[in-house]
């Protein structure tokens, strides 16, 4: 069996810590980083035209070529929303320079992300479903979602985005995807319960060929799979032979980003009932550790997808702190 192909979301996934505002010092160190470990595809962040975005929320051409020029290996992949404004020049100003798109995908409604795809096939860009929040969903829904997706796709990418997959439904979602796609799988795990190794290794072994890691882990709320522990996992040795030579740069805190603190109990807390993480982030910015616990505590197993859904929970005064 060949080895997966490990993929780097350090700068996309650990945007969420920051808000993308990583320098180009931080990009070079990232990205440097991880090739030197041994990640076959470097996923840089969104690209998007609206003005304002951060860098790495961007990628405004001029940076993609600057980029290129410095690495002209590499394999660059990028995450596109499928909603995003004026896709076709968003796409067509940066094609020269990426290899692949990456294309979310929410499973409620699979449409938009099949139109951002036929302006990739159109530019010829080749492109990945990444299938968003599966614990949201039935094993029926799953396969309905992947059979409604155009098939012109280079990978379908399972991701397990509230970090509340357990290790045993694994072969259950691969096997939804594959009934109506015979293509690659890939992927993306979160650690909010400790499973990400655990998960990974269950994909490997139930026929996925990619998988996703960051750099120390980092990235929204539970974390995501260590990058040194997915090239462990694909059986890649690069890491160990340059150990040495990038252990000063790996660290959270060269990277723009902080270590993780307190707050990793409460993204264990959403897991388990499957919360989106970006809520739980905004409430603990907003109304600390324990008043976010105890909210948490309070909440069953649900697949919300509307913030509103949460107000239940909530008592009213502590829910006009909360600014959405």
């Known amino acids: 069996m060949q080895a997966p192909v490990v993929l780097d979301v350090t700068l996309r996934d650990g945007g969420y810590l920051n808000n993308w505002n990583f320098n180009e010092q931080q990009i070079e160190t990232a990205i440097?980083?991880?090739e030197t470990m041994g990640a076959d595809i470097i996923e840089i962040g969104y690209l998007d035209d609206k003005p304002g975005l951060p860098i790495t929320a961007?990628?405004?051409?001029?940076?993609?070529?600057?980029?290129r020029k410095k690495?002209?290996?590499?394999?660059?992949?990028a995450m596109v929303r499928p909603f995003v404004e004026r896709a076709v020049s968003v796409l067509s100003s940066r094609k020269e320079f990426i290899d692949l798109?990456?294309?979310?995908?929410?499973?409620r409604n699979t449409e938009p992300a099949n139109r951002l795809s036929e302006i990739c096939d159109t530019l010829e860009i080749p492109y990945t479903f990444n299938l968003t929040s599966v614990t949201c969903y039935h094993l029926r829904e799953i396969e309905k979602a992947a059979g409604s997706l155009r098939k012109s796709a280079r990978i379908f990418y399972?991701?397990?985005s509230r970090g509340a997959l357990l290790t045993e439904a694994v072969a259950g979602v691969v096997g939804a995807i594959k009934e109506h796609w015979a293509g690659p799988v890939g992927y993306h795990a979160h650690n909010n319960l400790g499973l990400a190794i655990k998960n990974t290794e269950e994909a490997i072994n139930c026929g996925c060929s990619?998988?996703?890691g960051s750099i120390c882990g980092i990235g929204l709320g539970g974390r995501n799979l260590n990058l040194k522990d997915a090239l462990r996992i694909a059986g890649k040795q690069s890491y160990a032979t340059h150990e040495?030579?990038?252990a000063s740069e790996i660290c959270e805190e060269n990277l723009g980003v902080n270590p993780p603190a307190d707050e990793m109990s409460l993204f264990t807390l959403s897991g388990e009932r499957n919360i989106k993480m970006e809520w739980v982030q905004l409430m603990y910015e907003q109304l600390g550790l324990n008043a976010t616990a105890q909210i948490l505590q309070n909440i069953p197993y649900s697949n919300m997808f509307d913030y509103l859904e949460l107000k239940p929970y909530i008592d009213n005064q502590t829910w006009q702190k909360i600014r959405w």
């Open 32 to 34: 440097h980083s991880a």
């Open 58 to 67: 961007s990628w405004p051409p001029e940076l993609l070529n600057r980029l």
């Open 71 to 77: 690495r002209r290996n590499i394999i660059i992949a």
């Open 101 to 107: 798109a990456r294309i979310p995908v929410d499973l």
């Open 158 to 160: 399972i991701a397990d």
């Open 210 to 212: 990619f998988i996703d």
């Open 244 to 246: 040495d030579d990038i």
